[in-house]
């Protein structure tokens, strides 16, 4: 999608492993989402920026850690990988904090823990 | 608390017929809903939204929803499927009030085939 990227695109990584995952935006959005997508879940909150430094949990932080030293980055770390982390994660931005423009989201990255 | 479901995790139309999804939710705060699609191995990419105002909204690829405060509903419309159709449907609600606000929440998604 333009204006926001993550890669590395795939990852087959082993357990017990750490992973970081990029997601880089251009639109200079305040507000930064990490999401995993799971058959039968749909999509579930990990975590969240409301800016440089300011991140707070989602309902699945368990396992998961995120930073943002820039704008421009937000990045998702697994610690120690496990293979229930195996999922596509996708990153999203917006420049609102009350949700009225949704959201746009990146392509996705394909995580397998073996 | 914010809630969302989707009525169908697979949906079968053929080609030219109507298209319904269907969406209901809960919501604490006045609901701000979006629905987005999402095509094989792409991410999500907003299809409509509705905020405050008119009800009736229309998005992308002549796609429509109606907002329907009694009902709590939010169900999506096409009156006729194409090919280019097929995809995962996600319906989703703005977060509670605070901090949380502008986090979005998704329902478990719908599926939708089209036959020729």
């Known amino acids: 999608d333009a204006g926001i990227t993550q890669s590395p695109r795939h990852k087959v990584t082993e357990t017990g492993t750490p992973v970081t995952l990029r997601c880089h935006q251009t639109e200079n959005h305040r507000y930064m989402y990490w999401y995993r997508q799971d058959p039968g879940h749909g999509l579930r909150l990990i975590h969240y920026s409301y800016g440089v430094k300011d991140t707070d949990k989602g309902e699945v932080s368990d396992g998961y850690s995120v930073s943002r030293s820039k704008t421009e980055d937000f990045l998702l770390t697994l610690e120690s990988a496990t293979s229930s982390q195996t999922s596509v994660y996708f990153c999203?931005?917006?420049?609102?904090?009350?949700?009225?423009?949704?959201?746009?989201f990146g392509s996705g990255t394909r995580l397998t823990v073996v | 608390a914010q809630s969302v479901t989707q009525l169908g995790s697979h949906v079968s139309v053929s080609e030219g017929a109507l298209v319904l999804l269907r969406c209901n939710y809960s919501?604490?705060?006045?609901?701000?809903l979006f629905w987005y699609v999402q095509y094989p191995n792409q991410g999500l990419q907003l299809l409509l939204k509705?905020?405050?105002?008119?009800?009736l909204v229309k998005g992308i690829n002549g796609f429509e929803a109606e907002f329907k405060k009694s009902e709590t509903s939010f169900h999506l419309t096409k009156p006729s499927a194409h090919m280019s159709d097929a995809a995962e449907y996600f319906c989703a609600v703005r977060g509670p009030s605070g901090g949380s606000q502008g986090n979005l929440i998704f329902g478990k998604g719908t599926k939708l085939s089209v036959k020729p």
């Open positions: 999203a931005i917006s420049d609102s904090g009350t949700g009225i423009y949704g959201y746009t």
């Open positions: 919501s604490s705060v006045p609901p701000y």
């Open positions: 509705y905020t405050t105002g008119a009800t």
